[in-house]
């Protein structure tokens, strides 16, 4: 399934779950599809916001593409644990366990313990340093990660309760969808979808949101320095790629794309080459990079730093 534009992750999940909730099972969608250009048939596409009356609620586990998990035991039990909230009828998002005052994650504050699952007692924005020190000595709260477990029913409720137009504009924009050997292609109604996130349309909202504790050795791989943390290293801990040379350095991350890059003498660096910049910032400060980019775009330049 291609979306015509990048629109976050509500409305994306919301058209996985309309596909899901009228297929009632993986191929119904797939053998319905028409030959490129053409309408799909109305028994192909989902005209209401759950699975036909006497077919399972289908179970959707949302992931992003590019994370890390180290313990796969472990992240199977805490679906294990997120299947068992969801069919009670929670939205339920999956909280890392914290193990450093992180400032680059939102957090979650969860409520009392229901087995394998706590009721959501709120989402707190990302926080400054001494924040997030009192965060992580309460033990309260958890790393939002993103990921969520819920049935398509539930999800699609929700939606419609708090973003009926999103849900209204994804409904249109897969019954104008195009099918081809590989693909389908969404309708440009998607193109008029806001950009909001499952967190802002519908967990911030929702009186169903549960957490699951994730202790599973989770990266989300979102800076230069968790980048380091997950890569092989050589003896002095530190992560080298393309034309590189160092020495007396330690703990460091360099990567060259196109020129040579020599380090001398550095700890705890984050040194980047791309054909249009170099980065050089202390890998505490990963994070701040951010800061660049946008600075890069508020002055109209294109310059590539990732």
Request: charged letters at 25%; proline letters at 5%.
């Amino acid at each position: 399934m291609l979306e015509p534009a990048g629109r976050n992750t509500a409305p994306a999940v919301a058209v996985a779950a309309l596909l899901a909730g009228a297929e009632g099972d993986s191929n119904r969608g797939r053998e319905a599809a028409p030959t490129k250009g053409a309408a799909p048939t109305k028994e192909a596409v989902p005209t209401g916001v759950a699975a036909p009356a006497g077919e399972a609620d289908p179970i959707l586990l949302v992931l992003p593409a590019d994370h890390v998990v180290l313990d796969t035991g472990a992240f199977v039990a805490a679906v294990d644990a997120a299947i068992e909230a969801a069919s009670a009828g929670k939205l339920v998002t999956f909280g890392v366990v914290p193990d450093r005052p992180e400032t680059g994650y939102g957090y979650i504050l969860k409520g009392e313990a229901r087995g394998g699952w706590s009721p959501v007692e709120r989402f707190v924005e990302k926080p400054d340093l001494a924040t997030a020190q009192k965060y992580l000595a309460s033990g309260r709260y958890l790393w939002n990660s993103g990921m969520f477990l819920f049935t398509a029913r539930a999800y699609l409720e929700e939606l419609e309760r708090f973003a009926p137009e999103m849900l209204a504009k994804c409904r249109a924009a897969v019954l104008a969808a195009d099918h081809d050997a590989d693909f389908m292609r969404l309708g440009r109604d998607f193109l008029e979808c806001s950009g909001a996130s499952i967190d802002y349309a519908v967990m911030e909202k929702t009186r169903n949101a549960a957490v699951v504790p994730l202790d599973a050795g989770w990266s989300d791989v979102g800076s230069w320095s968790a980048l380091h943390a997950v890569l092989e290293k050589d003896a002095d801990g530190n992560v080298l790629r393309g034309d590189v040379i160092v020495e007396a350095c330690t703990n460091s991350y360099v990567a060259a794309s196109g020129r040579l890059v020599a380090v001398v003498g550095l700890d705890g660096v984050i040194v980047v080459e791309t054909p249009d910049a170099v980065l050089v910032m202390a890998g505490e400060e990963s994070q701040r990079v951010k800061q660049v980019v946008d600075a890069l775009k508020a002055a109209g330049r294109s310059d590539d730093l990732l």
